[in-house]
T-cell receptor
């Protein structure tokens, strides 16, 4: 059974800092890995999707890497801003007949002005 | 605006009530999903529908009954719930497996 762990559970940084969020998964046989953002009281917004054959994806100040063999992914946020404050969730699609994502508990990020 | 609309946003119900959650998407996606988000727990997949057919029931108790009348609408019918069913219920859709999920803003359910 796939399990996804995110470290740290919470992170507080000053504005402008570069930061890294970590995600690990137990079964390396994945179809893809996704990073989402969730603002309080809202649904999830997709940030990046990395296919199992890819090593990284970039979107603006965000860069996500994938090391399938070690069961790890990182989300790098450059030049953080207060508007980046949210919970960041990592999710893994382990393949199979259905599109089923296994989520981590998330990292709560606070960027202080 | 995510393209996936859920109603109501908030719902309080007693354990003997019957209520329904509604999800609507006009993104042309073929698959729709119900997820449950409880405090301090990861999101849990409940049901998957592909082209209106249920393809996944993740061992969900029968007091939760999904319905998908067409590929744009998804319902979750609730009856005789328990207080531990209080959670944020999220609907999502996707066009294909290679695309990310699009989530609604959820229904915050409180069972008293």
């Amino acid at each position: 059974k796939q399990e996804v762990t995110q470290i740290p559970a919470a992170l507080s940084v000053p504005e402008g800092e570069n930061l890294v969020l970590n995600c690990s998964f137990t079964d390396s046989a994945i179809y893809n890995l996704q990073w989402f953002r969730q603002d309080p009281g809202k649904g999830l917004t997709s940030l990046l999707l990395i296919q199992s054959s890819q090593r990284e994806q970039t979107s603006g100040r965000l860069n996500a890497s994938l090391d399938k063999s070690s069961g790890r992914s990182t989300l790098y946020i450059a030049a953080s801003q207060p508007g980046d404050s949210a919970t960041y969730l990592c999710a893994v699609d382990s393949g199979g007949s259905n599109y089923k994502l296994t989520f981590g508990k998330g990292t709560l990020l606070t960027v202080n002005p | 605006e995510t393209g996936v609309t859920q109603t109501p946003r908030h719902l309080v119900m007693g354990m003997t009530n019957k209520k329904s959650l509604k999800c609507e998407q006009h993104l042309g996606h073929n698959a729709m999903y119900w997820y449950k988000q409880s405090a301090k727990k990861p999101l849990e997949l409940m049901f998957v529908y592909n082209f209106k057919e249920q393809t996944e029931n993740n061992s969900v108790p029968s007091r939760f009954s999904p319905e998908c009348p067409n590929s744009s609408h998804l319902f979750l019918h609730l009856h005789t719930l328990q207080p531990e069913d209080s959670a944020l219920y999220l609907c999502a859709s996707s066009p294909s497996r290679d695309s990310p999920l699009h989530f609604g803003n959820g229904t915050r359910l409180t069972v008293t």
